[in-house]
């Protein structure tokens, strides 16, 4: 980027980020997420640190916070409420330590680390030891009165704790001079007021239930909260509150030694804080967290460092509105924001055009992101996504990354609406979009794409699954002519392969050999291989017992079909056309003779009625076959937990599954208990 466009780009995303900030800190009306936000702020502080000739006292990076809303009393701040430095990279936390270490020697510095919490800080103020006065932060000078609604906060004490003289000691404090500030002086201390991801949740419930717009996160329904003017509500909402400082001296020496003295106060403190020695202590705390950050009960976004001992914290004063003495290192956010650098269509197995966006190459909670999904038509005009637009892309988990905005101030002059294609992108094809259906698919029976979609269906770990045979070396075989057909992969000879790029003599001997051994299959697997619109595993499975042979199946009518316990109508007919084809039936008579397939044994009815849902890895069962097992004895298979739930059977790094079967009642057995059962 030269020098003009640097310029543009700085004006422009001045303007973006000062809108949303408006949004979030004095409407409390974001419309993107903190992530995104910081994401836009990013772009720009590393754009003024290139070009520091562009940085102006009106930019975002130069000031925090914003004005309080006119509705509560004012309170003004004895100290002010600061803001933190963000780092996001331990490269980040080293400049800033090689920063402070010229102010004070680092060299024996210790550290104190603990969760930076999702919420917004509260000011709270006790008159002898009785609570006096909860002020937001405001603009960090002034806050709002917001007394009455904080004091539904049941985590917040409404009179201080009156700590034993022996515990004061223990923490090295002198414990006549802190009793004699609580009871007789004013204490002053913060900390984040917050919402626990499941009261969110019931929140949300009820609003869906009430037919309401549901909210879009914790911390801003939270904040939402405390902001509202009728405390009777604010109760319901259950708000939480974590303390993490101390603004009056008690003697306090340490970082450490505060949140210990919070403790005795009768505040609830972070239970994951500790004294960290060095950065490795500090960038494996933040590995550590990092890990466990899904699980917690409430949303963290990093942690929040601080230079242990009080008088060089002091010492190191503020720079803007931050100290110096501490740093917010920051998780990264599961949104960030990119360009789209082109929109393209992929075609399915069962000819479903799925647009998706190509991106300019982003990191997303370490996870470099090039592509994301669009889903449908429908969701491009909801989005209005064109090329050369900056987004807001999310990645959760391990689902595909998506496009959650367009950031529409942002959007290049002169930019076209996307057209969804009318043919085929591979094919040419014709392309229908059916009526109540939001995908668009190409219809052509001979359509290449789907043809290839469909082998590596059929060789996958589900169905046939062939070790070694991927879509790379499909492509190779097709192109090649030397796969017409799925029933052509077992006729396949080393020496066919020997021909192709990559292939030596033990190698092709070792895919040929993986090849024959895949011929013995199950009626189930084989059924699912097939790749039959709205056949999934469980419905191959169905059909496997109920029909026991593929002879059976293929005579059978659609009303049959209906008669399978679990077979839907949608399935039942998609069935019977794919079995009525005539190139399928041919197919099928060319497959039975290659392959060896195996009727399921019988089932037992040990497990009949009984509703089975794994999590976590198990000992000696894998996961596939754990389900074999469940449902040869009549058992069904579910992948979530509800109240139906018979057993929750639970291996190693159980998860979510594991605490809500807790929540429900739901009984959890260990893989020995599961082996038992089916004795
Ligand atoms: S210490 C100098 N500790 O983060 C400011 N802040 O970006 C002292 N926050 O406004 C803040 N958890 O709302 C501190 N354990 C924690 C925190 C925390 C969340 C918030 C706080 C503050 C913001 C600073």
New binding site residues.
Partial sequence: MDKKQAKLRVEKLKVEINHHRYLYHVLDKPEISDSAWDSLKHELSELENKFPEFITPDSPTQRVGGKPLPFFKKVAHRAP????EDVFTTEEFEAWLTRISKIVPTDKLDFFG????D???MSLTYKKSVLNIGAT?GDGKTGEDVTENIKTIQSIPLKLREPKESEIKNIGLNADKVLKLISSGEIEI?G?VFMTKSVFESINKEQKKLGLAEYANPRNTAAGTVRQLDPSIVAKRKLDF?A??LVTDLGQTEHNQEHLLLKLLGFKT?IEARELKNIKDVTNFWNEIHKKREKMAWEIDGL?I?VNNNQIFSKLGVVGK??RG?V?FKFPGIEATTKVLDIIIQVGRTGVLTPVAVLDEVDINGVNVTRATLHNEDEIKRLDIRMGDTVIVQRAGDVIPDVVSVLKNLRPKNSKEFKFPKKCPVCDGEVIRQEGEAAHKCINKKCSAKHREGLYHFVSKKAFNIVGLGPEIIDKLVDESLVKDSSDIFKLEPKHLLGLEGFAEVSAKKLVSSIQKSKKISLARFIYALGIIHVGEETANLLAVYFNSIENLTLTSEEDLKKVPGVGEKAAKSIKQWLEDKDNKELLKKLVKEIDIQSPPKISKKLAGKTFVLTGTLETLSRDSAKEKIRLMGGDISSSVSKETTYVVAGENAGSKFDKAGKLGVKIISEKEFLNLMD
Wanted: glycine share 8%; no cysteine.
């Fill in positions: 409420m600061l803001s933190l603990e969760l930076k919490v919420g917004f800080a932060r913060r984040e974590l993490y400082g972070d929040v601080s931050a100290p501490a917010a």
